[in-house]
């Protein structure tokens, strides 16, 4: 089955360290995207790709860096800088931007 | 950007219908309104979108108002596992330029009661 596929679900950081999220999608889409959700809130957008070896900042950018080398793949590394990463991140996808989204199950961050 | 705004949280009766309401009244003529929801601990799912007609789906139809002023989302025969948090959110068309993603505010947490 087509889908978006996040690892790991749950992943501890230590201070001072970068640790990198995946995501993978067999859509084909060209379009992929990184939100941030904190307890009882909506999503946050961090960064967003509309096609391959190209993509933006979000609204919270900050202490986080992507890339996109490939179609189907886009993960996200938090770095050292980012002073709060406890947080549940998403990754999503769809044909073109502004199109309907598909969600991954998420990576639950939590620091040591 | 254009906001939306929803209730908190609603409550309902396990098959029933069920009709959440979303206010969008600085809504531009070229927005879309899209309705996600989010179960515990998993990523939101897509339940329905429109521009300016009523819509249907095999989970939902969309109501929206002559106006555009606001929009109804409605489960027909709600169940337990409907049991979510409802996102309305205003994006505008694909044009093939830049765009950023979609913007969620807290949405209504819908309560089924068996």
């Known amino acids: 089955d087509g889908g978006i596929t996040q690892s790991p679900k749950y992943l501890f950081r230590k201070e001072g360290q970068n640790v990198t999220l995946s995501c993978e999608q067999n859509l084909n889409h060209d379009a992929m995207y990184w939100y941030r959700q904190d307890p009882g809130q909506g999503l946050r957008l961090i960064y967003y790709?509309?096609?391959?070896?190209?993509?933006q900042k979000g609204d919270i950018a900050e202490g986080y860096s992507v890339s996109r080398e490939k179609k189907e793949s886009f993960p996200l590394t938090v770095t050292s800088a980012q002073k709060n990463p406890t947080a549940f991140y998403l990754c999503a996808s769809s044909i073109h931007s502004n199109q309907p989204q598909h969600f991954g199950d998420g990576t639950r961050l939590s620091i040591l | 950007d254009a906001k939306t705004t929803q209730p908190n949280s609603m409550e309902s009766n396990e098959e029933e219908p069920v009709h959440l309401p979303c206010n969008h009244s600085?809504?531009?003529?070229?927005?879309?309104i899209h309705w996600y929801r989010q179960l515990p601990s998993q990523g939101p799912e897509y339940v329905i979108h429109g521009l300016t007609s009523n819509v249907n789906n095999r989970m939902a139809s969309l109501a929206i108002a002559e106006d555009r002023k606001s929009s109804t989302l409605i489960l027909h025969r709600a169940t337990l596992r409907d049991a979510a948090v409802y996102y309305c959110i205003l994006s505008p068309p694909w044009s093939g330029g830049g765009a950023d993603g979609l913007t969620f505010g807290k949405g209504t947490h819908l309560i089924i009661q068996p």
């Open positions: 600085t809504i531009s003529g070229t927005d879309y």
């Open positions: 790709s509309q096609i391959v070896n190209d993509f």
